[in-house]
């Protein structure tokens, strides 16, 4: 039986993380992007956010991390994909639980404190991590920390995020630890489920304000029943991910293997499947403004294309899906 | 957010669990409707006598006085034995019999809720009429006062296990000049009331479950009114809520064992080969398992009802047309035949009809939810 109801300092981080983030990522860094090309990656942000600890959330206070769970680190991405914000943040954030997991206390307290930062590697692309930074690499099979020694600039789908591909790295941790992909997913869900919520509000608010035929367009059904069905997504999604997020936490606490593998790889697909039809509803509710570059309903297009394929192999979460283990919730 | 550890709560799942192998029927339940309702009197009766029957009922009305959380512990190990639901006893224990709690007389309470919960009497909801589906405030059968009588005119449709049910949970417009919220009456009626006739209707998989009832001069003693002469609005919004909130999370929960069956199933077929197919059936899956995290969402309470009901409505609604539409694809060409799953597909419609359509419900989160304009 899972309780679902936030704790106090569950509830005070993740308004600390919605304040903060409202600030550091304002929508219109995205726009910019869009139309000027990328700025240079603004080291004294992630400075600021390494401050405030949200790279060792999960990391046990022994080797410089905060020390808290899984369903925080969730609270925190699920917030930081409502505001579409750009950097290395799960590579980093997980990079240094996996660094001390296995020990790697120096690598961990590095990617913690902001000297160092880490992308998701996904075949051979990174994204946001170039030449001296590290790469996560997360499969079924295992987790690999490397770092990059050549690579070359890619044109990104999403101009506000650098991709890059790698052609020469070293390795630096390596654990096989089956718990990683299911906290890959949670993180990486969370954002996209983020993602998901925002476009409900900006659809909500624009269908409430924009008028023809002499009324909001949100009265009429064919507005509002898209929007009804964006919320239903998001809902379900924030849902299933937080009871994954629960049971996929109890492999670290409590050693159980593959404790929510399943819950985790379900709530991914929901939340994929969110961020991407969501995005595109929200372009149709706000018709032609809304595939324009200075709109930012194509931040969370181009985002979603980006942060689907941070998860793993549709493959993995197809197998995983269809095995028919005991259904969960001990 | 935590996994539940509580010994109490172990050990009340173990109890439940154990109580189940030991009592659950193990005959399937008939398609015959008579021998279907007795089958779900003696099922509820065997419950009630083993202190299972309305675990979340206040024990002052026959029940366990439990919280949600054991109400859904309940279900959950309703669903993993395979035990039936509650079929014709859905209306009485899930809208008449908390309706009856919420808004009845200690005279009514008493009349009425035992015979529910020791599984006596099943009800129906004679909400809906032919002119009056989503529109359901705009209903017109009529209900006029003869001295201590309500004498009720009029016809309703789509009521479930009519045929089978002793009461009705039964909605009249008692003021018709009133606004048409304010007009309306609700009212228990026995179900062998002269002048009510009850006629099945035919759905397209064969069965006859949902009903007709016609009203002619039908008289109900004005002692039935539950909740007040002309706020049956307000009473029956009361049980409604709890339909699309906890009410059907029971039968909700099952999906997952559909869903399992015919993975085997396209397993056996050689179908999860079919990349399509094992990414269709993979969604559904992810789905099935929502339904759950929808019920801890549901004990947590945490949202507001309208938007947890409604995207349950929903949610619930499309994952069991997507279950019986992709089972009949694999399937394949033995569909000709009827079988377990085309019957499925055929009697999945009402998913998205019964009980607030998926349209109505589009509309509820779109204008008490997000607040866009009617």
């Known amino acids: ?330 | 957010m935590d996994l539940l550890t509580d010994p109490t709560i172990t050990a009340f799942r173990e109890e439940a669990r154990t109580w189940l192998e030991e009592n659950k029927p193990t005959e399937a339940r008939p398609h015959d409707d008579q021998a279907a309702r007795e089958f779900d009197r003696a099922w509820q009766h065997k419950q009630y006598e083993g202190g299972w029957a309305g675990v979340a009922w206040p024990e002052e009305f026959g029940g366990r006085g439990l919280a949600p959380l054991q109400q859904m512990i309940w279900y959950e190990e309703m669903v993993r034995a395979g035990a039936p639901s509650t079929g014709s006893f859905t209306v009485a224990l899930g809208h008449a019999g908390p309706t009856i709690m919420a808004n009845g007389t200690k005279e009514q309470q008493a009349l009425y809720l035992d015979r529910i919960i020791s599984g006596d009497t099943p009800w129906c909801q004679g909400f809906s009429e032919p002119g009056s589906g989503s529109d359901l405030a705009s209903l017109r059968t009529r209900a006029v006062i003869d001295g201590d009588e309500l004498v009720v005119n009029g016809q309703k449709i789509w009521t479930s296990y009519a045929h089978i049910a002793d009461f009705q949970e039964l909605l009249v417009r008692t003021d018709p000049e009133a606004p048409k919220h304010k007009g309306i009456t609700w009212v228990v009626m026995a179900m062998d009331t002269p002048g009510l006739t009850v006629r099945p209707i035919q759905t397209i998989d064969g069965n006859a479950h949902f009903c007709e009832c016609f009203y002619d001069d039908v008289r109900i003693p004005l002692a039935n009114v539950v909740g007040g002469l002309n706020n049956g609005w307000r009473t029956a919004m009361s049980t409604l809520s709890f339909e699309r909130g906890m009410g059907y999370l029971q039968s909700r929960l099952t999906i997952i064992n559909e869903v399992d069956k015919l993975i085997e199933e396209a397993r056996q077929r050689k179908l999860l080969e079919n990349d399509r197919i094992a990414y269709e059936l993979a969604h559904i899956r992810a789905q099935a398992v929502t339904v759950h995290a929808l019920g801890y969402d549901g004990v947590a309470a945490t949202s507001q009802p309208e938007l947890m009901s409604s995207v349950n409505q929903i949610f619930n609604g499309e994952l069991s047309k997507s279950l019986a539409r992709i089972a009949i694809e694999i399937q394949g060409d033995d569909g000709l035949e009827r079988t377990e799953w085309n019957g499925r597909y055929l009697g999945s419609f009402p998913a998205t009809i019964a009980g607030g359509s998926k349209d109505i419900q589009k509309n509820i989160l779109g204008e008490r939810v997000l607040g866009l304009p009617r």
């Open chain 1, 1 to 330: 039986m899972i309780d679902l109801k936030l704790s106090d300092d569950e509830k005070f981080l993740q308004e600390s993380v919605r304040d903060v983030g409202a600030k550091e990522f304002p929508l219109d860094e995205g726009i910019r992007a869009g139309i000027d090309g990328r700025k240079p990656f603004d080291e004294a942000r992630w400075q600021r956010l390494a401050g405030l600890g949200w790279f060792g959330i999960c990391v046990p206070e022994a080797q410089g991390g905060i020390g808290l769970g899984l369903t925080h680190e969730m609270l925190v991405f699920n917030e930081l994909g409502k505001v579409a914000a750009s950097g290395p943040l799960v590579g980093t954030a997980l990079g240094a639980y996996v660094a001390a997991r296995a020990k790697s206390d120096e690598i961990a307290a590095a990617l913690i404190a902001g000297q160092r930062k880490a992308g998701i590697l996904v075949g051979d692309l990174v994204v946001d991590a170039g030449v001296g930074d590290l790469a996560l690499r997360v499969t079924s099979e295992g987790t690999e920390l490397l770092e990059i020694t050549e690579a070359t600039p890619v044109v990104s789908v999403d101009e506000a995020l650098a991709v890059n591909r790698v052609t020469g790295t070293t390795s630096l941790v390596h654990i096989t630890d089956d718990d990683i992909p299911s906290r890959l997913r949670v993180l990486v869900g969370a954002y996209l489920v983020g993602l998901a919520e925002t476009t409900v509000e900006m659809s909500a608010d624009y269908a409430k304000t924009r008028e023809q035929f002499g009324k909001p367009i949100g009265s009429f059904q064919a507005v509002k029943h898209r929007c009804s069905e964006m919320v239903t997504r998001a809902y379900t999604a924030k849902a299933q991910l937080a009871v994954g997020a629960v049971l996929a936490n109890l492999a670290a606490t409590e050693g159980i293997a593959g404790s929510g593998l399943l819950e985790v790889a379900s709530g991914y697909l929901l939340a994929m499947d969110a961020a991407q039809q969501n995005a595109d509803d929200n372009i149709q509710n706000h018709g032609g403004i809304g595939f324009t570059a200075e709109h930012p309903a194509g931040i969370f297009v181009k985002r979603t294309q980006v942060y689907r394929h941070l998860g793993g192999k549709m493959s993995d979460l197809i197998q995983i899906a269809l095995v028919s283990p005991e259904t969960s919730a001990a």
